[in-house]
Nanobody
Framework: QLQLVESGGGLVQPGGSLRLSCAGS????????IGWFRQVPGKEREGVSC????????YYADSVKGRFTISRDGAKNTVYLQMNSLEFEDTAVYYC??????????????????????WGQGTQVTVSS
């Protein structure tokens, strides 16, 4: 059974850092396009960062460019989202998403989350002083 399990969320002060992890089970993440989406209650889900492993293509939303970095560890079958210089506006539930590699990183991140079949349960990130 295919599963994506997010972890690493928590409470952090503005300017702080967190690293989110997305562990794959029943799926080899290196063979897929993987993305991180986030949702704030009452707002549309936003594609934050996406990466296609087959060619290394990455995409970042303008709101996180220069602050967030997506990466992977093939040996651990895990994709990470390193989040630095966190802001109040980064508070959200973050979801990991997978799609076959025909989907480009940019296409994934600008598409509605509901289009994709594989996503995890989410991890809460709260930025607060």
């Amino acid at each position: 059974q295919l599963q994506l399990v997010e972890s690493g969320g928590g409470l952090v002060q503005p300017g702080g850092s967190l690293r989110l992890s997305c562990a794959g089970s029943g799926i080899t993440l290196e063979d897929y396009t993987i993305g991180w989406f986030r949702q704030v209650p009452g707002k549309e889900r936003e594609g934050v960062s996406c990466r296609r492993s087959t060619d290394g293509e990455t995409y970042y939303a303008d709101s996180v460019k220069g602050r967030f970095t997506i990466s992977r560890d093939g040996a651990k079958n895990t994709v990470y989202l390193q989040m630095n210089s966190l802001e109040f506006e980064d508070t959200a539930v973050y979801y990991c998403v997978a799609d076959p590699p025909l989907t480009s990183a940019q296409a994934m991140c600008v598409s509605p989350l509901a289009l994709f079949d594989y996503w995890g349960q989410g991890t809460q990130v709260t930025v607060s002083s």
